[in-house]
């Protein structure tokens, strides 16, 4: 398992009540009770106190063995009878409490058969975090059988999600996941620490350890695809003096961290359509050595190119700027041929004869469109052969006449 330190506080504060207990939450809730000699604040729950007594000494200054599984009370409503919800729960010497942050494994790791069934996570070493899932702890319950569960949420690394190539990350960053997940308590390895940007620039959880601490800011959807920003954290942490310590000067992190590598050309387009047009050049002039050989393919086929657009406006005057714009001079193409076949089209010229023969056509096919119509008089279509003219709608009295 992973080893953690971090520092130690000595709860030595003057003007500030310091909230100690066995259940490790440094929540301002419920009913509390103080120390007559330290002067720390206990939850009652937690402590087993039920009245108010007289006098009062903490654990520590009166020793006597309380559990740190604290059963939670009233228990929720609409879960199983046998099923006991707690907000601490031990596995082995490790606590867990409601609003934690773990580590635990990705799959369960095999065991030789008939070997005695060990937790899960004694059977992993030199495990490495990046290997790990990060887990927020939202529930936890023993079952009928005794086993031990925890409920919550999943985080996911930059590299875990679908965004853009170009976008950037801090080093430590994760991205809270809709995806949720039930869990025995044997999968979980150790603590880490995932703090809002806020917090994580103010300061350090006591006894976190910076290798363990990430920042989290974003959430996505369930395609981990659309990014949101998180209003606030569902479990803040405690940013009070006995349970953080605050940093001399806020720090000011920048994402600089991109699971992908980016291609930049500095040149942009410019650049890339510069050089497939001067792969195109040489592939049409058919010569890859010095430039005087290139500036005399390049003005021949110049000249070619003028002399074959004279020759196409003699011969069709009507489309003849889209002929021009569409010829290639006869040496271009047979080069092009030479290295890769093509396809040609081409379109047969459009003489008076069959425009006219088309024009009558049309006109017959009209003709016999408006014999079909259901109408007793004419219809007046002559507006169609006008251009910018609208047809003029005759009122009732005019048609009576």
């Known amino acids: 398992p992973l080893k953690l330190g971090g520092p130690v506080c000595n709860f030595e504060f003057e003007d500030e009540d310091v909230i100690r207990c066995v ?11 103080q120390c007559e000699r330290c002067l720390v604040w206990q939850h009652c729950d937690c402590m087993g106190v039920l009245d108010s007594p007289e006098h009062y000494l903490c654990e520590e200054c009166s020793p006597r063995l309380i559990s740190p599984e604290v059963l939670m009370n009233p228990q929720p409503q609409e879960v199983p009878r ?12 490790l606590q867990l409490k409601q609003g934690d942050s773990v580590y635990i494994l990705r799959d369960r790791p095999n065991q030789k058969s008939g070997e005695r069934r060990q937790p899960a ?41 679908f965004h853009e190539p170009w ?34 620039c103010r300061g350090r959880p006591i006894g976190s350890s910076e290798d363990h601490v990430y920042v989290c800011e974003y959430r996505v959807d369930k395609s981990a695809r659309i990014f949101s920003k998180i209003s606030k954290p569902k479990y803040p942490i405690c940013t009070k003096p006995f349970a953080f310590i605050t ?26 359509s510069g050089a497939s047009k001067e792969l195109i050049e040489d592939k049409l002039s058919g010569n890859s050595g010095g430039s005087g050989s290139r500036e005399n393919s390049s003005s021949r086929s110049s000249s070619e190119q003028r ?35 093509m396809a040609t089209i081409t379109k047969p010229e459009d003489t008076p004869q069959k425009r006219a023969k088309k024009r009558a056509r049309c006109n017959m096919v009209a003709t016999k469109l408006l014999n079909l119509l259901p109408s007793k008089g004419g219809v007046d279509l002559s507006y169609l052969l006008e251009n910018n003219k609208r047809q003029r709608k005759k009122t009732a009295a005019f048609v009576s006449m």
């Open 23 to 33: 259940c490790n939450l440094h929540r301002d809730e419920g009913v509390m009770i």
């Open 82 to 93: 046998d099923h006991k919800y707690f907000i601490t729960l031990l596995r082995d010497n």
């Open 121 to 161: 996570y004694k059977l992993v070493k030199d495990v490495k975090p990046h290997d790990l899932l990060i887990f927020k702890i939202e529930n936890l319950w023993i079952d009928e059988k005794g086993d031990k569960f925890a409920f919550g949420h999943h985080f996911l690394r930059p590299h875990e999600t």
């Open 167 to 200: 976008r950037k990350f801090f080093p430590n960053e994760v991205i809270r996941s809709p995806l949720c997940e039930i869990l025995p308590l044997d999968m979980i390895v150790n603590h880490c620490w995932v703090l809002d940007l806020n917090t994580y």
């Open 247 to 272: 940093f001399p000067e806020k720090l000011r992190p920048q994402r600089t961290y991109t699971p992908h590598e980016v291609i930049s050309n500095s040149r942009g387009r410019s650049s890339s």
């Open 307 to 341: 002399s074959a657009a004279t020759s196409g406006s003699s011969t069709s005057s009507n489309n003849g700027r889209s002929s021009r714009s569409r010829e290639r001079p006869a040496s271009t193409l047979a080069e092009i041929s030479s290295e890769q076949p």
